[in-house]
């Protein structure tokens, strides 16, 4: 183990696999990453799956009696010695990178407890589809929210726990379920990472009784949401508007910024503005952890903005900009100032601006940092939505200017206000943003001011 790498515990467990259980080992030890231990669990197999992983010579060979995947995979996290954990199925294979990139992205990234990879579905020579199968997932590449993609700090599993051997299936859905709420940190690493073997024995093919173990999962989520402390009351539901156009880099760190907030009552709508890039694809990423997703021809930020307002059903309303992201804390303190304060109708707080690079990784790990200001813009407001609602919708046709436009009106209603001193909002500056874009469109400044003007003197 080198000072720079930590070494990385690759956990396989193993049932009557030795048809692919050869190639998986491979996939594993063509890695570009150093240094990992493997560590192969075999649960009862009858068939040649213990030969196959004792030929290679750096394995680790654990052998239970059969007692299902989810207690060989909790046993082999028991004699793992790594700082952190990768899971691979016996039938599955990963690209060589994989355990690279999402071990550098944990290191640069001390707040993330776990990241994800994209996946893609594969059939050996002259197979068929099962039946069970939806084409559509064969011919997509999406975020895998199976073990498979996962790479996880072993301070995690401490803390969340290892995986319910109640569960024959669905034990990694149940364990994903637990530290969402648990307020684990995550990040998707947007990069084809995991191919997914598609055979008439996999598991995925005892649909009902997966259906039936999911169901179980959901419900035990939901009692598990009920009973915690944190229960969000009735009607305060958050809804967070992410206007996208072109920021497929970036999309991915804001929702995750959006879905991993301490207050768990909202949901988060993305809207795209006719984007040419693959924002639409990280959007959709999302689905199965509700996000929504809307395309509309490319308008501008304010429509953008005015769209998502009109698919919210929230009593607040967030916005947050693609390409910034927020300290995880964020929607719950803005909360409480509303339960302190009735009377408030918006709530605003600091900002950092950080450029991309070391200066930006600096900033977000740092939870006091020098440097901020108070932030009048979209990413740190909290507002009710009837107060938004008294001020009316961002006006359409401005390229730049429209949340100025937009906050003066509602200083103009005397909405009252609280701008608090918390660290609210990292702002990303970088070549590309809305302000430099359309820097042909400061005119538009003068437009606001205008109006402004005009309004004053009616």
């Not at 199925?89 to 001390?110: C, F, G, I, R």
Request: proline share 4%; glycine share 8%.
């Amino acid at each position: 183990m080198t000072d720079e790498n930590p070494l990385v515990s690759v956990i396989i467990p193993v049932y009557n696999g030795g048809r692919y259980l050869r190639a998986a080992l491979e996939s594993v030890f063509a890695q570009t990453y150093r240094p990992f231990e493997v560590i192969v669990v075999d649960d009862g197999s009858a068939d040649d799956s213990g030969v196959i992983a004792q030929s290679f010579p750096e394995v680790r060979y654990i052998h239970q009696t059969n007692q299902g995947v989810a207690a060989a995979r909790n046993n082999g996290i028991e004699t793992a010695g790594g700082e952190y954990f990768a899971f691979l199925d016996q039938d599955d294979l990963w690209a060589p990178e994989k355990l690279k990139l999402q071990v550098d992205y944990l290191l640069s990234h001390p707040e993330i407890g776990y990241t994800l990879t994209q996946q893609q579905f594969f059939l050996d020579p002259g197979e068929t589809l099962p039946p069970w199968f939806r084409k559509e997932l064969f011919d997509s590449v999406h975020t895998g929210w199976v073990l498979g993609t996962l790479v996880v700090r072993r301070t995690i599993f401490e803390q969340i726990g290892n995986f319910a051997t109640g569960y024959s299936a669905a034990n990694d859905s149940d364990w994903f379920f637990r530290a969402k709420a648990a307020g684990i940190p995550m990040a998707v690493v947007p990069e084809l990472l995991l191919r997914k073997r598609i055979h008439d024995a996999n598991d995925s093919a005892r649909a009902k009784e997966i259906l039936s173990e999911l169901l179980k999962v959901v419900k035990t989520s939901l009692d598990r949401q009920r009973s915690s402390p944190m229960v969000n009351k009735p009607g305060s539901l958050v809804s967070v508007i992410i206007p996208v156009y072109n920021y497929d880099r970036y999309l991915g760190e804001a929702v995750e910024s959006a879905l991993n907030q301490t207050y768990g009552n909202l949901e988060v709508i993305v809207v795209d503005d006719g984007s040419t890039d693959r924002s639409g694809e990280v959007a959709n990423s999302f689905a199965g952890r509700g996000v929504r997703y809307c395309h509309q021809v490319h308008a501008g930020i304010g429509p953008a903005r005015n769209k998502g307002v009109e698919l919210a059903r929230g009593e607040f309303i967030a916005f947050l900009d693609a390409d910034d992201r927020w300290p995880l804390e964020k929607l719950e303190r803005q909360l409480k100032a509303f339960e302190d304060d009735p009377e408030l109708e918006m709530v605003f707080g600091q900002a950092l601006q950080l450029q991309n690079g070391a200066a930006w990784e600096a900033g977000i790990n740092n939870k006091n940092p020098e440097g901020l200001v108070a932030g009048m813009v979209p990413g740190t407001l909290l507002i009710k939505r009837d107060a938004f609602a008294r001020v009316g919708q961002f006006q359409d046709g401005l390229k730049v200017g429209e949340f100025i436009d937009w906050y003066a009106r509602a200083v103009e209603l005397k909405l009252r206000s609280l701008v608090m001193p918390d660290l609210f909002l990292w702002r990303r500056i970088h070549d590309s943003n809305q302000g430099i874009r359309e820097r042909q469109s400061v005119s538009d400044y003068a437009r606001v001011l205008k109006a402004k003007l005009d309004r004053r003197r009616a």
